[in-house]
């Protein structure tokens, strides 16, 4: 009897992207994330808005007590609602004289507030609310990817807790490193970076760094050093860097193919500076809006093994995949 030998068959490891993704239609952003991501966003406009809305108030209440214009000037403390008004904004002040201050103010008066007879007072808060809402236009055009890096950030955060790795992270403000508390619930606005220890191996993530070695800002940056040991040389290094990762937090389709071309080109360029070095880091993308082309592209991109990890920032379980990874690298 003659025995036939088969050939066994290795099945190739999976790579880090399949444990969450099938194909390019799981990157594809939903209508349903499309429109929870708008309904986020004018949330937090309106939560923004708050604080200038109630100093609008404290503006008409203290206005109220002048009989014209000119009695305005005599009011005390409301100098700088009187300068807001005039359409000047909090950094434009620190450039300007006195003198040109009071000019400011005066033309308000003469040019706006007095042709408004009696709505006067009215004329006021309407002009400073005017002024206030261009700065929080202004503050609003980046908070998709403020946003963003919040909920990346308690996504790792969460990541290292049920995995029982300790970790600190980096004040934005203050530029220090703190112990991670129990109750971490608000300090993701606050997180500039953090660090932990992966099997004996010092692991420290940056968010917005500018990297010497690509000459431009990289949204997310993860060292295998401590932070104690980045300094100005070690921002230089190519080999201290483990992976870099652009972070697209914007959720308007109108946007999305604009936003991948920037990572893209981005994400080339560092691929681009640190071969020259002679190193190849892992590269991601995480996206909010991203549409059935460029989702293509991506899956490509990874299949291909040009990008090694991507997610979509909507999906919570790509989310904490894309977290696990970057975690245990």
């Known amino acids: 009897m003659r025995l036939r030998l088969e050939k066994s068959v290795t099945e190739p490891p999976r790579r880090p992207y399949q444990n969450h993704l099938q194909s390019s239609d799981d990157l594809v952003t939903t209508y349903e994330a499309t429109r929870a ?4 966003l004018a949330l937090e406009k309106n939560r923004r808005a708050t604080p200038h809305i109630e100093q609008a108030r404290a503006l008409q ?3 109220s007590g002048a009989r014209t214009p000119a009695d305005l000037l005599n009011i005390e403390g409301i100098e700088a609602g009187l300068l807001t008004a005039a359409g000047l904004s909090d950094k434009s002040l620190a450039y300007l004289q006195p003198q040109d201050k009071q000019e400011a103010i005066d033309g308000l008066i003469k040019n706006f507030l007095e042709p408004a007879g009696a709505k006067f007072a009215e004329e006021l808060v309407f002009r400073f609310l005017l002024t206030r809402g261009d700065t929080l236009g202004g503050s ?4 998709g990817g403020i946003l963003a890096q919040q909920k990346l950030t308690r996504t790792l955060i969460a990541t290292l807790k049920i995995a029982g790795v300790r970790c600190q992270w980096l004040h ?4 220090k490193w703190l112990e991670m508390a129990d109750d971490e619930a ?3 606005s606050a997180v500039r970076g953090l660090t932990w220890q992966n099997q004996n191996r010092s692991r420290t993530l940056l968010f917005n760094l500018l990297v010497p070695v690509v000459k431009s800002n990289v949204d ?7 932070p104690q040991e980045l300094s100005g040389a070690q921002y230089r290094a190519a080999e201290t860097y483990l992976a870099l990762g652009e972070l697209k937090g914007g959720i308007d389709p109108a946007g999305a193919d604009e936003h991948w071309k920037t990572a893209r080109t981005a994400l080339d360029r560092i691929r681009e ?4 070095a002679g190193y190849s880091p892992y590269t ?3 996206g909010a809006a991203i549409e059935k082309k460029m989702a293509t592209e991506i899956w490509n991109q990874l299949e291909d093994g040009i990008l090694s990890n991507a997610a979509n920032l909507n999906e919570s379980d790509q989310l904490a995949s894309i977290s696990r990874w970057l975690c245990t690298l």
């Open 61 to 63: 209440s203290a206005a």
């Open 273 to 276: 500076a640190f071969s020259k």
């Open 37 to 40: 991501g708008f309904v986020a």
């Open 186 to 188: 608000d300090i993701d």
């Open 220 to 226: 997310m940056c993860l060292f295998n050093i401590t």
């Open 172 to 175: 934005l403000k203050t530029r």
């Open 284 to 286: 991601f993308f995480i």
């Open 140 to 143: 609003m055009r980046n908070i």
